[in-house]
């Protein structure tokens, strides 16, 4: 099975993801923790992680980190820097697309709310196979 790892503080908003991605055929595994995520990343079947910039209570190894971190972590570990990380967030002022790409390592960037659900599964999409060829 194909999983995507949703990072997401905001509950309403992961289960819509996780709705979208399953209807799509993916399974969505949902964790605010760190920890989990890196663990869950190491595992063969996931094939990206959707990380919110703006967590709150998430924490890796014992320390509070945003989804900026959490994506440069992933990026950084050479078990998990083949997963693409699309980062998320409602901030998109001018400029604050190519700066959480650049700041984070994500491999892509989707913007909050997801009005239209095929902009999210055709860039998971294009992310995973591009990942797998």
Known sequence: MKR???????????????????HEGYTAAITESGDEVVSLAREPDTVAVLVDVSLR????????ID????SRILKEDEQTARVPVIIATAHVMSGDRERFLRESRADGFVRKPVVEPKELVSLVNQLTSANTE
């Not at 995507?4 to 399953?22: C, G, P, T």
């Not at 209570?57 to 509070?64: D, E, K």
């Not at 989804?67 to 959490?70: F, N, P, R």
């Open 4 to 22: 995507v790892v949703i990072v997401e503080d905001n509950a309403s908003v992961a289960k819509y993801f996780r709705y979208v991605l399953e």
């Open 57 to 64: 209570a998430t924490q890796y190894a014992g320390r509070y």
């Open 67 to 70: 989804g900026v971190e959490l």
